[in-house]
C-alpha cells in the first residue's frame, strides 16, 4: 500500500457563509441533539429546536434556554434542518410532520445515514439531502468542543442534492466544533454499511462478547471476578491507546514479549474461518437491508426483542465489577 491518501478538511479551509442568515432548525434534543444545539448556540447561531408538545426532553431545552416548538413549525421556519432523532423514528417523523412543511431549497442534514440509504425516506426534488455525522456521542462533542477542541466528522451528500449542498455540510459541521478535529467526505452508503457494521461485528457485539466470554472463562475456572474484570476488561482503554498510536503491529511491539507471543499465537484460534464467515453474514445482512428491516419490525413490536437481548445476555457480575472500579479508581 502507497502513502495514506485522507483528504481531511480543516477549519480554516471552510467557508461559513452557507450559514449565514440562514435559519437552523435542530429536530430532537438528546444524546446528539442537546450537544449539537448548545455548540450551535456558542458559536452564535440561534437554533431552534423541534420536540412534540409532550416530550420529555422539552424540560431539558427550556433549562438550557434555547428556542423550541413542535418539529412541523420548527420546519416551516427553518432553512436548514437537522434530524436528530433515533434512526427508526425518522419515517414516522417525516411522515407526520415533516413532508407536509417542506420546501423546495430546504437542506436536510442526518447524522446518521441509515434512514436514507435504506429508503426509509424519500428525498424530495429540490431539497438537499445531506450528511454532517459525528464520530463519536453526543456528550463527548459537547465537552470536546468546551474545552477547545472537536471530534472529527464524515460530510457527504447524496447524488440528488446540489453541489454546494456539501458546502453546507461542511460550514454545519465547522458550527458544531467537529472542523477542528478534522472532515472527511464520503457517501450515503458507505457510511450507513461502515458504521452498522462497526458497531455491530466489532465495536459494540463483537467486543462486549469477547469481553464477556473472556470474563466468564476465568470465573468458571475458579479466578475471582475482581481478578478476572482486571486482566480481561480493565485495561482495554490502555491496548486501544497503543492501537489508535502505533496500529496493532506498534501495541505488539510495546508490550510484554510473554503476552506479544501469547497473544500473536491464538488470534486465528479466537477469530477463525467460521467467525470470519459470520462477519461477512452480518455485513451482508446489513448490505441488503434485512438488518434495517428487523431493526424497523422490532421497533413496530415495542423492541421485544431488544428487551429480550438485553435481559438474556446482561453479564451483571462483570457491569458489578464495571461500577466497583470506576467507583474506587475515578479521579
Ligand atoms: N448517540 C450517538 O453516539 C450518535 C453518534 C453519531 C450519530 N448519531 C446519530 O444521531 C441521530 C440522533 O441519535 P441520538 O443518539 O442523539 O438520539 P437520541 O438521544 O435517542 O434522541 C432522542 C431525542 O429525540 C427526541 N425525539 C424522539 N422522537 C421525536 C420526534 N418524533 N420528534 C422530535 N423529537 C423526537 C427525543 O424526545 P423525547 O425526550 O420526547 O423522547 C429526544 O429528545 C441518529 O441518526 C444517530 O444514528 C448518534
Not at 466544533?177 to 462497526?198: H, K, P, Q, S
Not at 475482581?226 to 491496548?239: G, S, T
Not at 497503543?242 to 500473536?264: D, N, P, Q, R, V
Request: with cysteine; charged share 25%; glycine share 8%.
Amino acid at each position: 500500500m502507497g502513502p495514506l491518501n485522507i483528504n481531511v478538511i480543516r477549519e480554516k479551509q471552510i467557508d461559513s457563509s452557507p450559514l449565514a442568515d440562514k435559519n437552523i432548525a435542530v429536530i430532537g434534543y438528546g444524546s446528539q441533539g442537546r450537544a449539537q444545539a448548545l455548540n450551535l448556540r456558542d458559536n452564535g447561531y440561534d437554533p431552534i429546536v423541534g420536540l412534540p408538545v409532550k416530550s420529555r426532553s422539552r424540560r431539558f431545552v427550556r433549562q438550557d434556554g434555547i428556542n423550541f416548538t413542535t418539529p412541523a413549525k420548527a420546519v416551516k421556519k427553518a432553512d436548514i434542518i437537522v434530524i436528530l432523532i433515533p434512526d427508526h423514528k425518522h419515517k414516522e417523523l417525516f411522515e407526520r410532520d415533516i413532508d407536509k412543511a417542506i420546501k423546495r431549497e430546504q437542506t436536510f442534514i442526518f447524522a446518521h445515514a441509515l434512514s436514507v440509504h435504506f429508503k426509509l425516506i424519500k428525498q424530495p426534488t429540490g431539497v438537499d439531502f445531506v450528511l454532517v455525522a459525528p464520530h463519536g456521542p453526543g456528550l463527548r462533542l459537547r465537552e470536546r468542543f468546551k474545552d477547545g477542541k472537536g471530534i472529527t466528522a464524515f460530510i457527504g451528500r447524496t447524488d440528488d442534492s446540489s453541489k454546494d449542498s456539501l458546502k453546507t455540510a461542511a460550514a454545519y459541521a465547522k458550527a458544531i466544533g467537529c472542523a477542528r478535529a478534522g472532515l472527511m467526505i464520503t457517501d450515503f452508503a458507505d457510511e450507513a454499511i461502515g458504521d452498522i457494521f462497526g458497531e455491530q461485528a466489532v465495536l459494540c457485539g463483537g467486543l462486549s462478547a469477547l469481553l464477556k466470554a473472556g470474563f466468564d472463562s476465568l470465573v468458571k475456572s475458579g479466578i475471582s471476578p475482581e481478578n478476572a474484570y482486571l486482566e480481561c476488561v480493565y485495561q482495554l482503554d490502555l491496548i486501544v491507546d497503543l492501537i489508535k498510536k502505533f496500529g496493532i503491529h506498534g501495541m505488539y511491539e510495546k508490550i510484554s514479549t510473554t503476552a506479544a507471543l501469547g497473544g500473536l499465537a491464538v488470534e486465528s484460534e479466537i477469530i477463525n474461518k467460521q467467525s470470519r464467515g459470520a462477519m461477512q453474514s452480518i455485513l451482508d445482512k446489513i448490505v441488503s437491508g434485512k438488518f434495517t428491516d428487523e431493526l424497523m419490525a422490532d421497533y413496530g413490536n415495542s423492541f421485544a426483542r431488544l428487551k429480550k437481548y438485553q435481559k438474556q445476555r446482561r453479564n451483571r457480575i462483570l457491569d458489578d465489577m464495571a461500577v466497583l472500579f470506576d467507583k474506587k479508581f475515578s479521579d
